[in-house]
């Protein structure tokens, strides 16, 4: 009978920051050794998944940290924002009390948060997380979804609302593991009792409610669940409200495909969050949240919880919230069908047709010539690229394909022109939006700016002149122009928005005139911006102010300005003229991004599950309709009924902040001892193969500068013990790691020791390829009399890496590079364990769609409990104390979307057929002499399934199963031997 060896690892993909990889193999001995790595992966991992201006006398220093406490809060934030960090304070008391009283405000216990503003980031967002307990606000607005939303006021609602969330949750059995375990326990109390789509759409309720604007009023946000339960708007049928046959199910909707496109948790969320508010009252989730924290197993509690409050499952409130969506999307489709009159849709001809893998058509321009359509196209499959397409026949070229799916894009001429966000190379968390332009004929590029913090762009016509939208640290807005001459890109001018506006959008008009679609106090607006030294007068011209919804893109032309909306629950197209808005085309679930040209509207038109078609309407034909006499949506998918509390008068996040009262708030400084010494997580570990017994208390600095771990270990079997202090300087280059101890046996006197060792991380992301290198040098101290009992773990490491991605369905590397070399000594009592290790894996296209293939030469020496984990042979039974040396070819081809879901335990969203051939040398000890020999061959077949458990929707697994062949004699092995073989590969998707 075989024996089965198991070990684990814990990965961080370089790519992706939000992903963490554990690496179980099967193989046999030691499976107390695995136990206790299983148990400390999964606290490691459960807890980092996270939970998801007055005048002054001094002036402070912008790199400087400072913070500014309320009672309810403390605001940390660099020097540069003092402004911003003034305003969230007040904004914060004067709306906490509307977000809180949502979840029994006044019965729970509110915990003071930490708010870390930042202003070096390149992505709008922000998050709260418990371990440590604070919310990080980044200062770069989204203007994609909130509209007119003022930023701050917008993560106020939404953020705010997860801090009460989790001050509701600290009870019953997520507190004892609070008690016992800190903040760690409470996120893995927390993960274990509700789901991701709860939290968050729970959160943007709270927005909605909050705001007139939120994201629950918007027909963008619910377009995708439209399309996907009410199907092909070509086959729709005034007054048959029929939902789609192809619908998907609600373990789809959880957990995500790789068949088709699924919107995030954060759709689901929302509309099942409010259809249970609506049905139930406003305190059902309340009750609900609250029992299923008293069962934290993965969906028991919250199943149980649900059919207490509402006498059903959550599939079945799942199945009458899409009765009820349907219905509601049913009457706004029939509000513009044809023949109805004055809101039927304009007589669409289709460019290009939806394609097949949730297609969607971003920027577009012309050829000078009128022939060619320029445009952004995106898929699940190949990502991002810019195509040709010919306006007569439809057909597509392609043209550039290196492009960031997020960043919009700019034609002018036969030129185009896109921001690139590029992370800085050795300071975490820094990144800069940089100019990147193509050559002529768009099959090259480069970037044309240094450092920049550029947010949108925009090409005049003839591809000459550039504007771009850029935000200093400070967070002021301003436009950079930029104007090409001899062979050469050179700024000529910057031109700061005018006050009271953020720029959202830029997009170049006739004449040398940019029209801004900007925010401003009471809504979006667009301002036309003419440079000095153009034709007409220098300076800013407002077009239309204040307007309530979302703005995109705007372009001009006959005299008229159109630009994409999400007005009145409408994602349509506009008409700016004379000061009013008209809506000239509505799309079945939203249109987008026009251009005109030669009297032709050419638009994004969301038609289909499968996602955009590129459509064309004629302009001289369409009766555009006035703003005040186009029917109102909004409030409809907001699901207005009993949204308030009877006799309460609601609060509006944007309107509260004319009557925020500005105090003159006292500003601290910020310094390092301040940060480090708050111990907010306790992990006890116990060994059965040692007999020992250990507790780590765990530090992590709000602004993550720093951590410090203080460990006390003790063998009941040798009677050894060890106390250590280990503190890490995060945002240092080179980064300093600094540990210290004492430790001894029993009845024999303590001896100290410590290391000092120095890290050296650099990664670099342009958006698609991802490099990364890093390396890990440090010198040790023992006591000479203790060097062979009592020594530190001991590591060294350099790492390189670079990769590019394509396409949502790609599992690993389209192409790609990485190598690695590590030394690791981890002594234990009289026993001491060393391993030596170096890889190198090229990753290559597999010559179908999303197959890869990839080749890996690695080879190892360890001893003791340092088994070679990665590098073993498949087949071969390990040795006390190998050398292992290996060459993988690997081939993976992906073969089934099968979204297959059995009993609610597993979610299969992708098969793919593995192959792999392996050879290697084993051996005892290395020598010169040990590739003297033939290598060890082995062979493997199987399948690999991509499936989540227990409706974890964040935890996705990849277990592989198959047979496998060996060709050698070695080890416990006869030749010509066939072996089953077992791997399990997991996955945190934040």
């Not at 039927?344 to 290009?352: K, L």
Request: charged residues 20%; hydrophobic residues 40%; negative net charge.
């Amino acid at each position: 009978m075989t024996p089965i060896v198991a070990t684990a690892r814990l990965i961080v993909q370089e790519q992706d920051k939000s992903k963490y990889y554990i690496d179980i193999s099967a193989c046999s001995q030691c499976m107390v050794v695995l136990m206790k790595k299983i148990l400390l992966l999964s606290w490691f991992v459960t807890a980092f998944f996270g939970l998801w201006g007055e005048d002054r006398t001094e002036v402070l220093d912008p790199e400087g940290w400072y913070v500014i406490q309320t009672p309810g809060f403390e605001i940390i934030f660099p020097g540069a924002i003092e402004k911003d960090a003034r305003y969230a304070a007040d904004l914060l008391e004067a709306t906490v009390d509307a977000v809180y009283s949502r979840v029994n405000g006044e019965k729970i216990r509110r915990r003071r948060w930490s708010i870390v503003l930042s202003n070096t980031s390149f992505i709008p967002n922000g998050y709260v997380t418990v371990a440590p307990r604070k919310s990080h606000w980044y200062e770069l607005p989204a203007y994609d979804f909130i509209g007119g939303t003022e930023w701050y006021a917008m993560l106020a609602s939404h953020e705010t609302r997860h801090m009460a969330q989790f001050d509701h949750l600290s009870a019953g059995f997520v507190s004892v593991l609070r008690f016992f375990l800190g903040d760690y326990g409470e996120a893995v109390g927390i993960n274990g009792a509700l789901p991701r789509w709860y939290f968050e759409g729970d959160a943007v309720l709270t927005e909605t409610l909050l705001s007139r604007e939120g994201r629950g009023r918007s027909g963008e946000f619910a377009n995708s669940t439209a399309a996907l339960l009410l199907g092909d708007y070509s086959l729709y049928r005034p007054g048959e409200t029929l939902l789609a046959r192809d619908r998907p199910t609600l373990p789809q909707m959880v957990h995500r495909s790789y068949h088709r496109y699924i919107p995030s948790h954060y759709e689901l969320g929302y509309h099942l969050v409010d259809h249970v508010r609506r049905h139930y009252g406003e305190d059902a989730w309340n009750r609900i949240s609250a029992g299923a924290t008293k069962l934290p197993v993965p969906a028991l509690g919250l199943t149980v919880a649900v059919r207490k409050e509402t006498g059903k499952s959550v599939s079945e409130l799942y199945a009458d919230m899409e009765q009820e969506f349907a219905a509601i999307w049913d009457n706004r489709l029939e509000s513009f069908a044809p023949g109805t009159e004055p809101f039927r849709f304009p007589d669409w001809r289709p460019v290009i047709p939806p394609g097949a893998s949730w297609t969607r058509y971003g920027s577009k321009g012309m050829s000078p010539d009128g022939r060619f359509l320029y445009l952004t196209r995106y898929d699940l499959d190949t990502g991002t690229r810019i195509v040709q397409a010919d306006t007569a026949t439809g057909d597509l070229h392609e043209l550039y394909v290196n492009i960031a799916a997020a960043s919009p894009v700019s034609f002018g001429g036969t030129r185009a022109a896109w921001i690139t966000r590029v992370q800085d190379p050795i300071v975490p968390d820094t990144a800069y939006g940089e100019i990147t332009v193509s050559q002529p004929g768009m099959t090259r590029a480069g970037v044309i700016s240094n450092r920049g913090r550029y947010y949108r762009v925009a090409l005049s016509p003839d591809g000459n002149t550039l504007a771009a939208l850029s935000y200093s640290f400070e967070r002021e807005a301003s436009v950079h122009l930029y104007q090409y001459s001899d062979g050469a890109w050179q700024i000529s001018g910057v031109e700061p928005l005018p006050g009271g506006v953020q720029g959202a959008d830029i997009s170049a008009a006739p004449d040398g005139r940019f029209l801004v679609t900007v925010q401003e106090p009471g809504g979006m607006g667009v301002r036309e911006w003419t440079p000095r030294g153009g034709s007409g007068t220098p300076g800013w011209k407002a077009l239309v102010r204040n307007i309530p919804g979302q703005l995109g893109q705007a372009v001009e032309a006959g005299g008229a300005v159109y630009i994409s909306g999400d007005m009145k629950g409408i994602a349509g197209i506009w008409k700016i003229e004379d000061g009013s808005l008209f809506l000239v085309t509505p799309g079945a679930y939203g249109a987008r991004l026009p251009l005109v040209h030669d009297g032709r509207m050419y638009f994004s038109n969301y038609v289909s599950p499968e996602g955009e078609s590129l459509d064309v309407i004629d302009l001289s034909v369409v009766r555009a309709v006035p703003f005040d006499a186009v029917p109102d949506f909004s409030e409809a998918f907001f699901y207005q009924e009993n949204s308030d509390t009877p006799g309460v008068e609601p609060v509006f996040v944007p309107e509260k902040l004319v009557s925020i009262e500005r105090k003159n708030r006292e500003v601290k400084p910020y310094p390092l001892v301040r940060r480090i010494p708050h111990y907010h997580s306790r992990i006890p570990m116990f060994d059965l193969s040692t007999e020992s017994v250990s507790l780590s208390l765990v530090s992590d600095d709000i602004l993550g500068t720093t951590s410090m771990t203080t460990m006390g270990f003790y063998s009941f079997d040798t009677g050894e013990w060890l106390a250590t202090h280990h503190i890490e300087l995060l945002k240092t280059f080179p980064r300093i790691i600094v540990g210290a101890g004492v430790g001894g046996e029993k009845d024999a006197a303590p001896q100290p020791s410590g290391y000092v060792r120095l890290g050296f991380p650099v990664t670099m992301n342009n958006g698609k390829w991802q490099t990364g290198m890093n390396g890990l040098v440090g010198i040790q101290a023992t006591h000479e009399d203790q060097r062979e009992r009592i020594e530190f773990p001991v590591s060294y490491s350099a790492r390189y890496s670079t990769a590019l991605y394509e396409g949502y369905r790609s599992y690993q590397p389209y192409l790609g590079f990485t190598a690695s070399a590590g030394f690791s000594h981890l002594p234990l009592g009289s026993v001491h364990d060393y391993r030596a290790s170096g890889t190198a894996a090229v990753y290559l296209p597999g010559g179908i769609r999303h197959g890869g293939f990839a080749l890996t030469a690695a080879a190892a020496h360890a001893t003791g409990m340092f088994n070679t984990e990665v590098f073993f042979l498949p087949g071969y039974a390990p040795t006390a104390a190998p050398f292992v040396s290996t060459l993988s070819a690997a081939w993976d081809i992906p073969i089934a979307y099968p979204d297959f879901n059995f009993l609610h335990l597993t979610f299969t969203k992708r098969r793919r057929l593995g192959m792999y051939a392996d050879a290697g040398w084993i051996s005892a000890a290395p020598s010169a002499n040990v590739y003297s020999r033939s290598p060890d061959l082995s062979v493997r077949v199987g399948l690999i399934d991509d499936a989540t458990v227990l409706n974890l929707e964040f935890l996705e697994l990849s277990v592989s199963y198959g047979a496998g062949y060996t060709f050698g004699d070695y080890g416990a092995f006869d030749a010509g031997r066939l072996f089953p073989w077992l791997r399990l590969t997991g996955s945190i998707v934040n």
